[in-house]
């Protein structure tokens, strides 16, 4: 069957995430959201819909994790013990970047710094491409990255990986340790992507779609492709995904208000 790919651009996906909350629940509509529509926006503002409320979770499709990358030549440390030690001993003198405040890598970035009590400057940038320039140039120290947007920079010698930010190892980074494994307890975030309806539609149809595309994910070309690129996948029932979002929503508000993050 043909499928129409409507790509609403801006505000981080709340306009695509906007116009599926609000599309006729007839199971022809369905969204690929991710976690800065529902789960991080919805603490730092209010949207124009209900993240909960609005929706018939689908599935989870699949995870995204983030790396965490220094200068070479800035930062000295080999693995995420020595880089905390450094921090400890020099409070504010390193540097960590992100694609703006309240994205994602700001959100890792304060939750390392609140996990292992260290003191790093967050330097906010307009996006993930410039902000990976500069720790490529030695401007700033550090950041958390996803693997596709470093993978080709490894080799380079420029940076290097020292932990992933999810509990599980990524496949295209075999080597790099999880945060958990290289010395920071409990810490688990990532990027999810997940399939959603408009709220009120048939509980057949959302358990159709879940059912198909489960049999997709698990053939082994396509759970290999995703796995090439960086992603981890997922899948499992509706509920699966309605806990993510409760999940990460807790965590992420909390996180927030503690270190009082704010939109520019």
Request: no cysteine; aromatic share 6%.
């Amino acid at each position: 069957q043909p499928v129409l790919v409507e790509n609403r651009g801006g505000a981080g996906g709340l306009a695509g995430t906007d116009a599926a909350a609000k599309s006729a629940p007839d199971g022809h509509t369905i969204l690929l959201g991710s976690d800065y529509a529902f789960t991080i926006y919805p603490q730092l503002g209010k949207t124009p819909y209900e993240p909960i409320k609005d929706f018939e979770p689908v599935i989870l499709f699949s995870n995204l994790s983030m790396v965490l990358v220094v200068n070479t030549k800035k930062v000295p440390a080999t693995n995420v013990r020595e880089l905390i030690a450094l921090a400890k001993a020099n409070p504010g003198k390193y540097t960590i970047a992100s694609a703006g405040n309240g994205s994602s890598h700001h959100l890792a970035a304060e939750y390392f710094k609140h996990l292992a009590a260290i003191d790093l400057l967050h330097v906010p940038y307009k996006g993930a491409a410039p902000a990976m320039n500069d720790v490529l140039g030695g401007q700033v120290d550090m950041m958390f990255i996803s693997p596709a947007t470093v993978l080709p920079h490894l080799g380079s010698g420029k940076v290097r990986a020292l932990a992933v930010s999810v509990s599980k190892r990524v496949p295209a980074l075999a080597d790099v340790p999880t945060m958990i494994e290289a010395g920071v307890p409990n810490f688990d975030i990532g990027i999810w992507f997940g399939f959603l309806y408009p709220a009120k539609t048939p509980k057949a149809a959302v358990e159709r779609m879940n059912s198909e595309v489960q049999k997709i994910l698990d053939m082994p070309e396509v759970s290999t492709r995703i796995a090439e690129m960086g992603y981890l996948v997922a899948g499992g029932k509706p509920e699966v995904l309605t806990q993510r979002i409760e999940k990460d929503a807790a965590t992420f508000k909390k996180l927030i208000q503690d270190a009082k993050i704010k939109l520019d």
